[in-house]
C-alpha cells in the first residue's frame, strides 16, 4: 500500500503532465488552423495553373510542337521515392504511417525496379528510416521549420534535374493528405513524369500562343511541379498538427482518468489512516477507565 | 460597364477578383491589353505593372513575372508575386536593386546566377514603378 504521500505526489506528477498535453493540444490547434487556411488559399492557383497545363499539354504534340520533356514516361526502372514526415514527434501515428507505408513501397515494388532510391524531407522520416537499415538518398532539412514556397521550388527542380538526366525514371511523393483535422491519409502521388488529363470545356478553339506553345509549356510544367511539392508540404503540414491535436486530446483525457482513480485511492487511504487513528484513541482511553 | 473579370492569384494566396473594362499587362515580347470579347489567349508575362481599368479608374499591380490566360472575358493571370501600391516595401525593393546590381558588377553576362540577379532587378524596378517612386 503506497503511502498518502506517494499519492499525492504520483497526483501532482500526473497533472503537470496533463497541464502539457493540454496546452500542446491548443498549440496545435492555433497552428492547424493557420496551415488549413494557407491550403485554401493555395488553391486557386494550382487549380487555374492545372486548367492551363492540361490546355497546352493536350494540343501539344498534335503539331510541330513537341511535348515537354517532363511529360514525357518511358520505361521504368529507377524509381525516386519522395517521403514527407514531420521534424517533430508526438503527434500520434502521423509520422510512423508514412514510414510504415514506405517499407511496403520498398518491398512491393523490390522486383519491379531495379532501382529505388529513397530521400527524406523532415527529421523524423529519415530517423525512423535509418533506424530500419533504409539508406537514404538525401535528407532535406529544414523544410518544416520555416515553409516556402522557394523550398518547394528547389526541391522539385532537384527532382526535374534527376528525371532529365536519366538518373530516375520516375518519382514519387509520400505524404500524409489532409482529410480534416481528424483524418489523415497516407497518399503516394506520381511526381514525374507529369501526368495531364485532357482539357474540358472550350478544347474546340484553339488559343493564341505568346511567344509559342512549347516555350509557355516549358515555362507551365516546372511551375506546376513546384505546386504540387508545396501542396503536398502543405497538406503534410496541415495533417500533422490535425494529428497532432488528437493525439494531445487523448493524452489529456487519460491524464484526466488517471487523476480520478489515484483520487480514490488518495481518499480511500487518507480514510482508512483516520479510522486508525480513531480507534486507536478510542481503546486508547478505554484502557484508562 | 465593365465587361471583364479579372483575377489574379499566386502560389500563395488569391490577390485580387474584380471588374474591368480593359486590362495592361506586361507580355515577354512587349505590353499588350485586352478588352471585351479578347480571342482566347495565352501569354508568359515578365517582371513589371499590370493595370486593370474599371470606369476610368486605374488600379495597378507590380508583377513579379508568370502568365496571363483569357477567355470567354475571363482574365486570369498566375503571378510569382503580385502586389497593390499600398502593399509595396520600396525599402526593401531599393535595397534589393542596390544588392542585385552591385553583384551584377562582379557577374559575366553568361554567368548562371546572372539572370537570376538580373530577374531580381527587373521585379524590384517594377515594384518601385507601380509604388510611383
Do not use: C
Request: net charge positive; glycine share 6%; proline share 3%.
Amino acid at each position: 500500500m503506497p503511502s498518502l504521500r506517494d499519492i499525492r505526489r504520483r497526483i501532482g506528477s500526473v497533472k503537470s503532465t496533463q497541464q502539457i498535453t493540454k496546452a500542446m493540444k491548443m498549440v496545435a490547434a492555433a497552428k492547424l488552423r493557420r496551415a488549413q487556411e494557407a491550403i485554401t488559399k493555395a488553391r486557386p492557383y494550382a487549380t487555374l495553373l492545372e486548367q492551363s497545363l492540361n490546355r497546352i499539354a493536350s494540343r501539344a504534340g498534335t503539331d510541330e510542337t513537341a511535348a515537354h520533356p517532363l511529360l514525357d514516361s518511358r520505361p521504368v526502372k529507377k524509381v525516386e521515392l519522395v517521403v514527407i514526415t514531420s521534424d517533430r514527434g508526438l503527434a500520434g501515428g502521423f509520422n510512423s504511417n508514412v514510414v510504415r507505408r514506405a517499407q511496403r513501397f520498398l518491398v512491393e515494388n523490390a522486383d519491379t525496379y531495379e532501382e529505388i532510391s529513397v530521400s527524406t524531407i523532415g527529421r523524423k522520416g529519415r530517423d525512423s528510416l535509418k533506424a530500419r537499415k533504409v539508406v537514404t538518398r538525401k535528407d532535406y532539412t529544414g523544410v518544416h521549420a520555416q515553409l516556402s514556397f522557394e523550398k518547394a521550388h528547389e526541391i522539385a527542380g532537384e527532382l526535374s534535374e534527376r528525371f532529365l538526366s536519366g538518373e530516375v525514371d520516375a518519382v514519387f511523393l509520400l505524404f500524409n493528405e489532409f482529410k480534416s483535422a481528424i483524418a489523415q491519409v497516407v497518399r503516394l502521388k506520381q511526381f514525374l513524369p507529369v501526368e495531364t488529363a485532357p482539357a474540358e470545356g472550350t478544347a474546340s478553339v484553339d488559343f493564341l500562343y505568346e511567344p509559342s506553345r512549347s516555350e509557355l509549356l516549358a515555362d507551365i510544367v516546372p511551375r506546376h511541379l513546384d505546386v504540387q511539392v508545396w501542396r503536398a508540404l502543405l497538406d503534410s503540414a496541415a495533417s500533422e498538427h490535425g494529428a497532432r491535436m488528437t493525439a494531445m486530446e487523448a493524452a489529456t483525457k487519460n491524464a484526466a482518468e488517471m487523476i480520478g482513480a489515484l483520487s480514490l485511492q488518495y481518499n480511500r487511504a487518507r480514510q482508512a489512516y483516520i479510522t486508525k487513528e480513531l480507534s486507536e484513541i478510542v481503546s486508547g482511553a478505554e484502557s484508562l477507565k | 460597364m465593365a465587361a471583364l473579370t479579372l483575377e489574379i492569384v499566386t502560389p500563395e494566396r488569391r490577390v485580387a477578383t474584380l471588374q474591368a473594362d480593359e486590362v495592361r499587362a506586361p507580355g515577354v515580347l512587349g505590353g499588350f491589353g485586352i478588352r471585351e470579347n479578347h480571342t482566347p489567349f495565352m501569354s508568359q508575362l515578365q517582371a513589371g505593372r499590370l493595370t486593370a481599368v474599371d470606369a476610368g479608374r486605374e488600379v495597378h499591380y507590380a508583377i513579379g513575372g508568370g502568365f496571363l490566360q483569357v477567355a470567354d472575358n475571363k482574365v486570369m493571370v498566375l503571378a510569382d508575386s503580385a502586389e497593390e501600391r499600398e502593399e509595396i516595401d520600396v525599402e526593401r525593393a531599393r535595397r534589393a536593386i542596390a544588392e542585385a546590381t552591385e553583384r551584377l558588377r562582379t557577374l559575366a553576362a553568361g554567368d548562371e546566377s546572372y539572370a537570376l540577379e538580373a530577374a531580381r532587378v527587373r521585379r524590384a524596378a517594377a515594384r518601385l514603378e507601380v509604388a510611383g517612386k
